[in-house]
């Protein structure tokens, strides 16, 4: 059995290797890459795995404890900084999330200072989620939000009033998600957090389909968005430029939603389904401002990222593809993409008018 001086050193480099990893989380510049996201993935499977052998070969209780709190704070920034506050409760996700909750039962049944009150609720309120009981999650949060004990850095609140709306929000109960968000804002420490959580907010004003307060809330966002200070979010960034476009392709006002799905082509990598769904956005901008050949580039550039299954996206930039092509009575080149949409098993609304459209010219 390893020795108490052998565990120290193996800790030791595993908490160093933590801290590393959540540093440079915190300060990636930019759009964090699929690649680069399952690689951090990774890293941390790869330390939960070993803090997890360290934990069987640990006979000190001084370290059965350090051990335990790095496993939460591993949970914790893979939440925050890779999940975007969403996760998916897998067998391994509950096994875990049961430990960290008996930890924390055996903690205060100590009477342990290890973790404050609050602490121990916040914890709480994330192993929950991770084991799936989003009304203990729901319960744990709130009164972490309620605790008067002092935090400090306010990232505990922020973090929980953040979860709670994003549990409001699946719910459906966009106004409430909306308030949540609102509130976490007092808590923000930086302007990318604020940022992030003045995307947040604004998601739920688009639900609740006021589009003037969620469009000044995203650009509001998109102004304090800084790729070169710490907890940048890319996927929000993105996100923000996405629905600014969005509103303001559906108000007519083309110009500035071009804008805005070019910056998106500038941001994310050319495989994503972001860079898919603007140039399939820029497609429309084109073909309703009359510039059918432009429309035709951006859409055959759209499909040409599509590397996937079909989907109702693909089948919808198929149909434009047609209608450009007929626009310019090409007959010849629509027919292959009406054909497709006839033998895709993807359902899709604008099927029946395809079929017309095949007819006229087969």
Known sequence: MPDAVDVSARLKDRIGQRVELESQLQNEKGTVSDALSHSYDRRYASLQKDLAQLFKDATEESHRITIMLEMMRILENRLVYLQNFIVDPTSDNRVLAQLVTRFIDQLASRRSNVLTSLEATYYRAVAALYAGEHATARDAFREACASEESDEANDIKYKSYVILGHLSH?????????????????????????????????????????????????????????????????????????????????????????????????????????????????????????????????????????????????????????????????????????????????????????????????
């Open 170 to 362: 699946q719910e459906q109960d966009y106004a409430k998600a909306r308030d949540l968000h609102d509130q976490s804002l007092k808590y923000s420490q930086n302007n990318n957090v604020t940022a992030q959580a003045l995307a947040f907010k604004a998601l739920n004003s688009y639900a609740l389909k006021d589009y003037d307060e969620a469009l000044q809330l995203f650009e509001e966002s998109l102004h304090l968005f800084d790729r070169e200070q710490p907890f940048f979010n890319s996927y929000f960034f993105r996100n923000a430029l996405l629905f600014c476009g969005l509103i303001y392709f559906d108000r007519k006002e083309y110009d500035k939603a071009g804008r805005y799905y070019q910056q998106v082509l500038e941001s994310v990598e050319p495989n994503s389904y972001d860079y898919f769904d603007a140039l399939s956005q820029l497609g429309k901008i084109s073909y309703s401002t009359q510039h059918i050949d432009k429309a035709i580039d951006f859409f055959s550039r759209a499909v040409q990222t599509q590397k996937l299954n079909e989907n109702e996206y693909l089948v919808d930039t198929w149909f434009w593809l047609a209608r450009c092509h007929l626009k310019q009575n090409d007959s010849a080149e629509a027919r292959p993409y009406l054909e497709k949409i006839a033998a895709s098993d993807v359902k899709y609304d604008k099927k029946p008018q395809a079929a017309e459209l095949l007819a006229r010219v087969s």
